[in-house]
């Protein structure tokens, strides 16, 4: 499975949009993109996934550049509830495991 | 019911108990997974089983030894701990292969905070 690269750490003011980048350089035409999140001492958490197309949910939205060489989460209005380490993971399709976690970003959202 | 239980919550134990740490799924998910996490560092793959059968040992010590004793539940039994292996156990499950209509994402339990003396 491809590797991620995320910057270790961001703030963001409550209310407002934070953008969350990935780099997955090495991905592969067959590796999906995973976010996830982990709130202090709990288990981590689904955000969302996406393979080629840029993805929507209740909770965010992912952008994958054309080249699928990176992506962005958008949390369109972060709340301090939304403080939590965040990791983007690549896994290959139709793999039964090796969901590696990678360092993930420590964002703080401040009022 | 989309919850993935992990038993007990918190455990503390010496160098020479044996103990067990559980977790069960109700989704009928086909693939399980037990993950450490260190404090400030992110979850490390211990094993996989996949349709009951370990699929992927992570290079782990004998020490841990997983089961899995049908499509809900997967055990992890611990021996003869060090206290460098106090850290929080995840458990988690996946409906399968991602892929089609399988979306390949991972469910977490809780986890077990393991404590070793």
């Known amino acids: 499975d491809a590797k991620t690269t995320q910057p270790t750490s961001m703030d963001c003011a409550e209310g407002r949009a934070a953008n969350l980048p990935c780099n997955h350089s090495?991905?592969?035409?067959?590796?999906?993109v995973y976010w996830y999140r982990q709130i202090h001492s709990q288990g981590p958490q689904y955000i969302i996934h996406?393979?080629?197309n840029n993805e929507t949910n209740e909770m965010a939205s992912l952008i994958i550049t054309e080249d699928r060489k990176s992506s962005t989460l958008i949390l369109p209005h972060a709340t301090l509830r939304d403080t939590a380490v965040y990791y983007c993971?690549?896994?290959?399709?139709?793999?039964?495991?090796?969901?590696?976690f990678g360092a993930g970003t420590q964002v703080v959202v401040t009022p | 019911d989309t919850e993935v239980t992990q038993t007990p919550k918190h455990l503390v134990m010496g160098m020479t108990n044996k103990k067990s740490l559980k977790c069960e799924q109700h989704?009928?998910?086909?693939?399980m997974y037990w993950y450490k996490q260190k404090a400030k560092k992110p979850p490390e793959l211990m094993f996989v089983?996949?349709?009951?059968?370990?699929?992927i040992n992570e290079s782990v010590p004998s020490r841990f030894s997983p089961e899995c004793p049908n499509s809900s539940l997967l055990n992890l039994h611990l021996h003869a701990l060090q206290p460098e292996d106090s850290a929080l156990y995840l458990c988690?499950?996946?409906?399968?292969?991602?892929?089609?209509?399988?979306?390949?994402?991972?469910?977490f339990g809780e986890g077990s905070r393991l404590t070793v003396l």
């Open positions: 989704m009928g998910h086909r693939a």
């Open positions: 988690a499950s996946s409906r399968g292969l991602a892929g089609g209509l399988n979306t390949g994402e991972l469910f």
């Open positions: 090495t991905i592969s035409g067959n590796e999906y």
């Open positions: 089983y996949s349709y009951e059968k370990l699929s």
């Open positions: 993971i690549v896994r290959v399709v139709d793999s039964w495991g090796k969901f590696q």
């Open positions: 996406g393979l080629k």
